[in-house]
Each structure stands twice: as structure tokens, then as C-alpha cells.
């Protein structure tokens, strides 16, 4: 008689906040590994949510069988890494540049001191060498960066060696080298008898061959369980093109801004050196960036990209003590750090983690006016005009009234992409910015991207692992390698 691991049979949440729009039936039984799929704001993690009895249920019926397991509880047996706990557990304390502020990390747990409980010490090696964990060990936990966070995420849950392991995106975030190599530990993990793992992807590349089935999740409902092969030679892409070249002339037709800088270097950079503790993150860097051009911002995990860009935008407290200049003026020379923000749009890994604020989607995008975080100016009536124009942009009009919290970490990246453009800034500086986004919103957002660059004047800084995510107007690269 086949095992069914999960069973959830018409389930339909109790609050209606986290319902889908109707009645959900999965099974997971055994031998199988699934792939939850669907675009962004679909349903899936309130799907996920259910069948880890999280969201209670207020009809249907929900079952588990998680022998050989001793215990037969979901909180024993199943193991959840959700979106935002990849980028570290965030609470409440947490603020956007505490990163980067000695001072606020003194009471910062290690990393060793966060692993928790390990049960297969041959597992333990195994992950240590592929994550490179060792050197971490003595970091404060909130020092790590974006990447090095997914890393010791993803360990601390594998050593716990659960029966049920379910990941949101676990590939984005990783530099090529880990990501391949994730994917052969995930193979490996996959053929052991007593563990199941479920994937929840919004990009159909994502999807490894160890995956055995299916799930499709499409406007807040779940579709039958296909098999692997059945999905994919289903899969029929929409075509975008009409839609994004509309999108693509009205952001051209912008009219420019009055108010720009002078200069021909936008950033300059001269023997910059960044240490924390004994670790040198960055050492006598030498940058230029010059008006109109398109950088990419390349390196492994950890090798110092995000702390770079919180020195161009003045997040990090270390930069008052370099010699940085940003549109032809010196930091710390009495100008007004908030009139050169005025000038650029920032998207990170860290700003996602740290809003927390659960204020309508649209006040998130009118704090980007503010350089704030959270609204604490009333908005006008031509500014918030501006900010519905860029929701528009990025197909997320529809929920500009919908608290941020409530939406998926997909609508919530777009919401922050929305907010870094609203100020139609002469620098744009874009870490991870196609970070969980479904593969539709991927080809929007580049092709938005793209759209903007043409305009003037405009200077770009990108970050990604992913080659295929740059514009094609990257003309500059630079590449940091990471200090042991």
C-alpha cells in the first residue's frame, strides 16, 4: 500500500487573509519529490503554509504519515525554509544598515552558535565543504552576506535531517559554482530513503531532474499533480512582446529631470579599504563610474559586492571615513547625503529583509521619493499620481492598497523595484534585483531595465549570479574576489 506522507483533501483555510479561491487537494506519497510552480502572487505559499498546518483549515481534512519517523509531528518531521528566513530571521529589532554598524552587532549571536542541533555528522562534513562554512563560523550571524545567509540557511535545516524538507527558491541568491553544486547535494540528499523534498520555484530552469512531480498554482488555485515530463511539454510561454513594448515607449517618453548633477563621474572610489574585525572585505579599491555607462557588479558570495554599494549610498558608516566622491563631490565635505540619495534608486537583498513595515504597497513605493523607510510624509496628490504610474509599470496596480506584508515575496520585490525607479533616478543601483520573480516578471523587469537606460544620461550598477539577467547595455564589468 503506497505511503502518503501528506495528505490534504479539499483543505480551504480558516482566515480568509490566507484562503486560496478554492478548495486544494495534494498528496505527497512515497518516493516522490515535488515542484510547487506558479508565478508570482499565485497561492503557493499559503498553499505550502496549509500543508504544514500553519494556516489551520476551516474545511477539508489534513493528514500526515511520517513513519519510519519516531515522532509523527509536522514540527518534527517537516522542515520549511521560507523566502525571507533565507535572507536571515529578520524581526522586528532588525533595521536596514545595522550590517554595517559595529556597534549595533556586539550582542549579534555567531554563526556557530546559531547551527543548532546536528544528527549526521558525515552529512555535516559534506555540507561544511560545499557551503565553505568553516570560515564562518566565527562571523557574527549578521555580518554574512545576502548569499553566505542562503548557505548557512539551507545547512542548519539539512542537519536536522528532517523527513519532509521544503525550500522556497533555493537556487536564487547563490553564485554559479553553488548553485550547480546544490543541485548535485539536492540529488544526492533526494535518493535516501525517509526524505522527501518539495521545491517552490517561480522559474521553470529551476526545476532539477531528481523532481518526480508537479504542482501547478495559478490565480490562488492548485492544479492536479502531473509528472515531471507532463508539465514541462505542456508549458506553453506567453508572449509578451506587445505588452512590453507599450510599457517599454511610455517609460521612454518620460520627460527628462531639471535638476542633474554636473559631473562626469557619477562614482569615484580612490584606495578604498573596508575591514571588520581581522577580515579585510575590501582593500585599496580604485573605481570610476562615469555618467551614461552600464556596470555589472560580479563576484562569489562574499566577496564584498553589497558592502561595496553601501558605501555609494552612504549606508554604511565606513564610508565617511574613505575617500569617496558621488557626483563630483567629496563625502564628508559638508554636503547633504539626502540631496544626493535624491539621485539614486537602490534595490538590495538587505532592504527586502528589513521591511517590515506593513503599510499599503503604495506608501512602500512613495518612501522611495524619502530615501525612508516606511512613510513618514503625507504623499501629494501629483506625487502619488507618480507612484501609480510605476506600479503600472510593473504590473503591480492592483495591489497598491494591499498591505506589503500580505503580498508574496515575489509582488513585495516588485513593490521595491517600483520604489527605487519612482524618483526616476540618474543612478540606478540594482543588487539581485530579478530575485524571486517568475519567469514572465523576469523578462518584464529586465526589458523595464533596459527601457530606462536608453533614457539620457542614466547610469547603472547591477548585481546578479545569473549572466542571462544582465541588459544588453552592460558596457563596464567589474569582478571582486573574495578575501579568506
Do not use: C
Given at each position: 500500500m503506497t505511503q502518503h506522507i501528506i495528505k490534504l483533501k479539499d483543505?480551504?483555510?480558516?482566515?480568509?487573509?490566507?484562503?486560496?479561491?478554492?478548495?486544494?487537494?495534494?498528496?505527497?506519497s512515497e518516493g516522490e519529490h515535488i515542484a510547487i510552480v506558479g508565478p508570482n502572487g499565485a497561492?503557493?505559499?499559503?498553499?505550502?503554509?496549509?500543508?504544514?498546518?500553519?494556516?489551520?483549515?476551516?474545511?477539508?481534512?489534513?493528514?500526515?504519515?511520517?513513519?519510519?519517523?519516531?515522532?509523527?509531528?509536522a514540527y518534527d518531521n517537516i522542515k520549511y525554509i521560507a523566502f525571507r528566513d533565507t535572507y536571515g530571521a529578520a524581526d522586528a529589532n532588525y533595521y536596514y544598515q545595522q550590517r554595517w554598524n559595529a556597534h549595533d552587532q556586539e550582542d549579534a549571536p555567531l554563526v556557530s552558535e546559531m547551527l543548532g542541533?546536528?544528527?549526521?555528522?558525515?552529512?555535516?562534513?559534506?555540507?561544511?565543504?560545499?557551503?565553505?562554512?568553516?570560515?564562518?563560523?566565527?562571523?557574527?550571524?549578521?555580518?554574512?552576506?545576502?548569499g553566505?545567509?542562503?548557505?548557512?540557511?539551507?545547512?542548519?535545516?539539512?542537519?536536522?535531517?528532517?523527513?519532509?524538507?521544503?525550500?522556497?527558491?533555493?537556487?536564487?541568491?547563490?553564485?554559479?559554482?553553488?548553485?550547480?553544486?546544490?543541485f548535485r547535494l539536492l540529488e544526492q540528499l533526494a535518493r535516501r530513503e525517509a526524505l522527501q523534498i518539495v521545491l517552490v520555484l517561480s522559474l521553470l530552469d529551476d526545476i532539477p531532474e531528481f523532481i518526480t512531480h508537479v504542482i501547478p498554482v495559478e490565480d490562488r488555485k492548485v492544479g492536479d499533480k502531473l509528472t515531471r515530463g507532463e508539465y514541462l511539454d505542456g508549458y506553453v510561454p506567453r508572449d509578451l512582446s506587445g505588452e512590453v513594448m507599450e510599457r517599454r515607449e511610455?517609460?521612454?517618453?518620460?520627460?527628462?529631470?531639471?535638476?542633474?548633477?554636473?559631473?562626469?563621474?557619477?562614482?569615484?572610489?580612490?584606495?578604498?579599504?573596508?575591514?571588520?574585525?581581522?577580515?579585510?572585505?575590501?582593500?585599496?579599491l580604485d573605481w570610476v563610474v562615469k555618467r551614461g555607462e552600464k556596470w555589472a557588479l560580479t563576484g562569489e558570495n562574499g566577496s564584498g559586492k553589497s558592502t561595496l554599494l553601501s558605501l555609494v549610498c552612504a549606508d554604511n558608516p565606513q564610508s565617511y571615513a574613505c575617500d569617496i566622491r558621488l557626483f563630483g563631490r567629496k563625502?564628508?565635505?559638508?554636503?547633504?547625503?539626502?540631496?544626493?540619495?535624491?539621485?539614486?534608486?537602490?534595490?538590495?537583498?538587505?532592504?527586502?529583509?528589513?521591511?517590515l513595515k506593513n503599510l499599503p504597497a503604495i506608501e512602500i513605493v512613495a518612501s522611495g521619493l524619502h530615501d525612508s523607510i516606511g512613510l513618514y510624509k503625507k504623499i501629494h496628490t501629483d506625487q502619488l499620481a507618480v507612484c501609480e504610474w510605476w506600479?503600472?509599470?510593473?504590473?503591480?496596480?492592483?495591489?497598491?492598497?494591499?498591505?506589503?506584508l500580505q503580498l508574496s515575496s515575489g509582488e513585495q520585490r516588485l513593490v521595491l523595484l517600483a520604489r527605487a525607479f519612482v524618483k526616476d533616478p540618474e543612478l540606478l543601483i540594482l543588487d539581485e534585483p530579478l530575485h524571486g520573480l517568475d519567469t514572465d516578471n523576469r523578462y518584464r523587469v529586465k526589458q523595464i531595465i533596459e527601457a530606462f537606460c536608453e533614457r539620457g544620461d542614466k547610469t547603472l550598477i547591477m548585481v546578479t549570479h545569473y549572466e542571462s539577467e544582465l541588459p544588453v547595455s552592460i558596457d563596464r564589468r567589474i569582478h571582486l574576489t573574495r578575501n579568506v
Open positions: 483543505g480551504v483555510a480558516r482566515n480568509p487573509l490566507v484562503r486560496l479561491d478554492a478548495p486544494a487537494t495534494v498528496v505527497l497561492g503557493k505559499s499559503l498553499l505550502v503554509d496549509m500543508l504544514t498546518g500553519k494556516n489551520l483549515l476551516r474545511e477539508g481534512s489534513l493528514s500526515y504519515d511520517f513513519s519510519p519517523s519516531f515522532t509523527q509531528t542541533q546536528v544528527k549526521d555528522e558525515t552529512l555535516k562534513e559534506e555540507l561544511f565543504d560545499l557551503f565553505r562554512i568553516t570560515p564562518l563560523l566565527d562571523k557574527k550571524i549578521i555580518l554574512l552576506s545576502s553566505e545567509l542562503r548557505k548557512f540557511q539551507l545547512t542548519r535545516t539539512l542537519l536536522t535531517s528532517p523527513r519532509v524538507l521544503i525550500m522556497d527558491n533555493p537556487f536564487i541568491g547563490l553564485d554559479a559554482a553553488t548553485r550547480e553544486l546544490l511610455r517609460i521612454l517618453s518620460l520627460p527628462a529631470r531639471e535638476d542633474l548633477f554636473s559631473s562626469e563621474e557619477v562614482v569615484k572610489l580612490n584606495k578604498v579599504s573596508i575591514r571588520y574585525g581581522n577580515r579585510t572585505i575590501l582593500h585599496e563625502r564628508g565635505s559638508g554636503e547633504s547625503i539626502w540631496d544626493i540619495k535624491r539621485h539614486i534608486g537602490y534595490v538590495s537583498p538587505e532592504m527586502h529583509r528589513a521591511y506600479m503600472d509599470i510593473f504590473g503591480i496596480a492592483s495591489v497598491k492598497d494591499r498591505p506589503f
